[in-house]
């Protein structure tokens, strides 16, 4: 089975600044792991995703993630916040085998502020 | 726009009663799944179905039942409603029901369901 824990649910930067949210996750085998992005009613959007191969992974909007196996981490990133980030941000785990299920995380709230 | 459609975007309902939820996938996805997000729980798995047939099976209660017809669209049911059924119920669609790691969801707008 997999799990993934956020830490912080609730996450406040000046615009301009880093962005860091964290994601921990749990997996008996090799993960797929995904950050997903939720605007105010609006569904969950893909923001990037690591499947195998290179451990940075650049996605949408200036996010980016490092799969670092040793730290079972897939932290998110953006080197300088928006205002339109503004968001929940959620981290999620699937397995690779045909009856994986996706596991989100409890999700982070980012406020970003003058 | 990710091109899955759900309907009714809010419904309010008394406990005891049954409602329905609709999802249209994405034009050609095969696979619909269904997400209940709630304060306390998240996001929470329900259930998958691929090309008609259920494929995999979350936390869904014994009230609650999903079917997806020929044209691929899906319904929710939920019966005998209790208050804390009250969430925001998504539903997500991807062109396979392999893997997630080559066919990402995408996930319609939900439905906000009210018990009251």
């Known amino acids: 089975a997999q799990s993934v824990t956020q830490l912080g649910s609730h996450v406040s930067v000046s615009e301009g600044a880093l962005v860091l949210l964290r994601c921990n996750y749990s997996s008996s085998v090799p993960p797929y792991l995904f950050w997903y992005v939720q605007y105010p009613n609006q569904g969950l959007q893909l923001l990037l995703k690591?499947?195998?191969?290179?451990?940075l992974v650049k996605g949408i909007n200036g996010f980016e993630a490092e799969f670092k196996k040793s730290e079972t981490s897939f932290h998110l990133t953006k080197p300088s916040a928006h205002m339109s980030d503004a968001a929940e941000y959620f981290c999620?785990?699937?397995?690779?085998?045909?009856?994986?299920?996706?596991?989100f995380g409890t999700g982070t709230r980012l406020q970003v502020t003058l | 726009d990710s091109g899955v459609t759900q309907t009714p975007k809010h419904l309010i309902t008394a406990t005891g009663q049954r409602v329905t939820l609709r999802c249209s996938p994405r034009?050609?996805?095969?696979?619909v799944y269904w997400y209940q997000q709630s304060l306390d729980q998240g996001l929470q798995f329900l259930i998958q179905?691929?090309?008609?047939?259920?494929?995999a099976k979350g936390n869904i209660l014994e009230r609650f039942s999903a079917q997806q017809f020929p044209d691929l669209h899906s319904e929710l049911n939920l019966s005998s409603l209790e208050l804390g059924d009250s969430a925001l119920y998504f539903c997500?669609?991807?062109?396979?029901?392999?893997?997630?790691?080559?066919?990402?969801?995408?996930f319609g707008n939900g439905t906000r369901l009210t018990v009251t």
């Open positions: 179905y691929y090309n008609g047939e259920e494929r």
């Open positions: 999620a785990v699937s397995g690779t085998g045909t009856a994986s299920k996706l596991t």
């Open positions: 034009s050609g996805d095969l696979s």
């Open positions: 690591y499947t195998t191969g290179a451990t």
């Open positions: 997500a669609s991807s062109p396979t029901g392999q893997t997630f790691g080559n066919s990402p969801l995408h």
